[in-house]
Antibody, heavy 118, light 113 residues
Framework: EVQLVESGGGLVKPGGSLRLSCAAS????????MRWVRQAPGKGLEWVGR??????????DYAAPVKGRFTISREDSKNTLYLQMNSLRTEDTAVYYC?????????WGQGTLVTVSS | DIVMTQSPESLAVSLGEGATINCKSS????????????LAWYQQRPGQPPKLLIY???TRESGVPDRFSGGGSGTAFTLTISSLQAEDVAVYYC?????????FGQGTKLEIK
């Protein structure tokens, strides 16, 4: 059974930083293209970014609202995906999901809530 | 960026009746090289993460009931539920994975009439 478990969410002040983690099991994580998707309270889904497998370059892509502030990385030895979020803004308040693993999003975690507020 | 536009924003259907949700992309999501359409549909029940229903525009994910079907091509797509069940109450999203950012539609809320 595939499991994606996010952690690291919480309350942070505007301008602050937070690192989210996503622990994966039941999949060949090193071969997986992984994403972060967020959902602001009461709103729709927003694609945050993607990291390819290391075999395919390990490159990243980001949505415009987070580019330059967020960094996606992976640690295949630990089957873990990360999202480093810097210069956080109130509009970054959302549930953050990790998802993967092929071209479409067949697997999703339960999400972790990030609240940016003073 | 490719803009995905869904209609209607909300829909109320009687149990056992059919429902159709529309999704339009601002540019084609058909890869002419492999003839594949890079469009997926997701269901999000209240308080739950999204669940994949359909990929390649019309391929049903394993375990998804056959009352769900996806159709369309180019820039216009549909998700059809042939006979609504109570557990189908959810918000439905389309997503293109042709170009990054892999944008989602704004969602369609499906309720029981």
């Amino acid at each position: 059974e595939v499991q994606l478990v996010e952690s690291g969410g919480g309350l942070v002040k505007p301008g602050g930083s937070l690192r989210l983690s996503c622990a994966a099991s039941g999949i060949s994580f090193s071969d997986a293209w992984m994403r972060w998707v967020r959902q602001a309270p009461g709103k729709g889904l927003e694609w945050v970014g993607r990291i390819k497998s290391k075999n395919e370059g390990g490159t990243t892509d980001y949505a415009a609202p987070v580019k330059g502030r967020f960094t996606i990385s992976r640690e295949d030895s630990k089957n873990t995906l990360y999202l480093q979020m810097n210069s956080l803004r109130t509009e970054d308040t959302a549930v953050y999901y990790c998802a993967g693993a092929g071209s479409w999003l067949g697997y999703w975690g339960q999400g972790t809530l990030v609240t940016v507020s003073s | 960026d490719i803009v995905m536009t869904q209609s209607p924003e909300s829909l109320a259907v009687s149990l056992g009746e059919g429902a159709t949700i529309n999704c339009k992309s601002s540019q084609s999501v058909l890869n002419s090289s492999n003839k594949k359409t890079y469009l997926a549909w997701y269901q999000q029940r209240p308080g739950q993460p999204p669940k994949l229903l359909i990929y390649w525009a019309s391929t049903r994910e394993s375990g998804v009931p056959d009352r769900f079907s996806g159709g369309g091509s180019g820039t216009a797509f549909t998700l059809t539920i042939s006979s609504l069940q109570a557990e189908d109450v959810a918000v439905y999203y389309c997503q293109q994975y042709y170009n990054t950012p892999h944008t989602f539609g704004q969602g369609t809320k499906l309720e029981i009439k």
